[in-house]
């Protein structure tokens, strides 16, 4: 007898057409024999949407997560970080089919949802590992706050009137000190998201780095920096600044920075694993997903 298949399935029940394509999934994978695994309150939702549904649908608590074959994300970029965080620290990878706007992390669009099911189904893609970072959180050098981060972790200012002091850090050396609206310490995954948008370098994700970036500093020098892997990167919130910070990590997780917090950044040994089902170059990832103009290119002299 076959072992049983086990896929999670986590979607935004919030809105109609999440739930139209969680219905559209469960049908399909219960139709295969694979079981599908919720979260308890969209299980919810979706049986009440639908109160037909058939087969075995388990609960994702109920579960040992090292069961889990695949992770299929209906949804956008903030689904797909979601879903990263419930099945942190599994090899599980994770498929998303981009519900939302840009949906830069995810693979396919709606459209594409049936023709996805077939492959993933079929066990027809790569894995790609995503570099992740954990993050500490120092007060009178204790510890106080551990997280990590597919994106970036951002630490901001708490008060919309009043900047943020800081110093930042590359290796246990000093290398700045500014007033500004906060720091972005990015992977490049994240170099196509908050890390972007303050100003940040695209780094393709096949490259190993850490990215700093500041976000509206008043200093002459404070550009965006790109470092080794291995790098430790630190924003202290110096304790001269009138008011506290926040620390973001990938926009989900938070916690308070008072006058004098330290936040350290560095390379996880726990990566996310993405389900790949095309085999394009990045390059044409950014032309698709940011719809650059490209009329007129003729390709290499050689071709």
Same mark, same amino acid.
């Given at each position: 007898?076959?072992?049983?298949? &086990?896929?999670?399935?986590? %979607? ?20 295969? +024999? ?20 058939? /087969? ?16 299929? #994300? ?5 689904? @797909? =970080? ?17 519900? +939302?706007?840009? +949906?830069?992390?995810?693979? *396919? ?8 099911? $077939?492959?993933? =189904?079929?066990?027809? &893609? ?14 009178? /050098? ?21 900047? =943020?002091?800081?110093? @930042?850090?590359?290796? +246990? ?20 998201? &908050? %890390?972007?948008? /303050? ?7 096949? @490259? ?8 509206? *500093? ?9 470092? *080794?892997?291995? %790098?430790?990167?630190?924003?202290? #919130? ?14 989900? $997780? ?5 006058? /004098? ?13 993405? *389900? ?28």
């Amino acid at each position: 007898m076959a072992e049983p298949r &086990y896929m999670l399935v986590v %979607s935004h029940t919030g809105r109609l057409e999440s739930l139209n394509a969680s219905v559209e999934v469960v049908t399909r994978l219960v139709e295969a +024999g694979v079981v599908p695994v919720l979260l308890e309150s969209e299980r919810s939702d979706l049986l009440a949407h639908r109160a037909d549904l058939t /087969g075995e649908l388990a609960l994702l608590d109920d579960m040992d997560r090292s069961l889990l074959e695949l992770v299929i #994300v209906l949804g956008g970029d903030g689904t @797909i =970080l979601r879903a990263a965080e419930l099945v942190r620290g599994s090899a599980v990878p994770l498929v998303g089919v981009n519900l +939302g706007h840009v +949906g830069f992390l995810a693979e *396919a669009e709606r459209e594409d949802l049936s023709e996805t099911l $077939r492959r993933v =189904l079929a066990k027809d &893609y790569d894995v790609e590992e995503r570099m992740t970072i954990d993050v500490d959180v120092y007060v009178d /050098g204790q510890v106080v706050y551990s997280s990590w981060a597919l994106n970036e972790a951002t630490v901001e200012k708490a008060s919309r009137e009043r900047m =943020l002091e800081v110093v @930042i850090e590359v290796n +246990g050396r000093p290398l700045s000190t500014f007033a500004c609206d906060g720091v972005v310490l990015s992977t490049p995954t994240g170099s196509t998201a &908050y %890390s972007f948008s /303050g100003g940040g370098p695209v780094v393709w994700p096949n @490259i190993d780095a850490m990215l700093l970036v500041p976000l509206a *500093a008043h200093a002459l020098f404070a550009r965006p920096l790109v470092v *080794a892997p291995e %790098s430790v990167l630190a924003v202290e #919130v110096l304790s001269r600044t009138d008011g506290s910070g926040v620390l973001f990590c990938d926009g989900r $997780r938070t916690w308070t920075l008072p006058p /004098g917090a330290r936040v350290e950044a560095r390379r996880s040994a726990t990566p996310v694993r993405l *389900a790949r089902l095309q085999r394009g170059q990045f390059t044409d990832r950014l032309v698709r997903k940011f719809n650059l103009p490209v009329t007129g290119w003729r390709g290499p002299a050689d071709a």
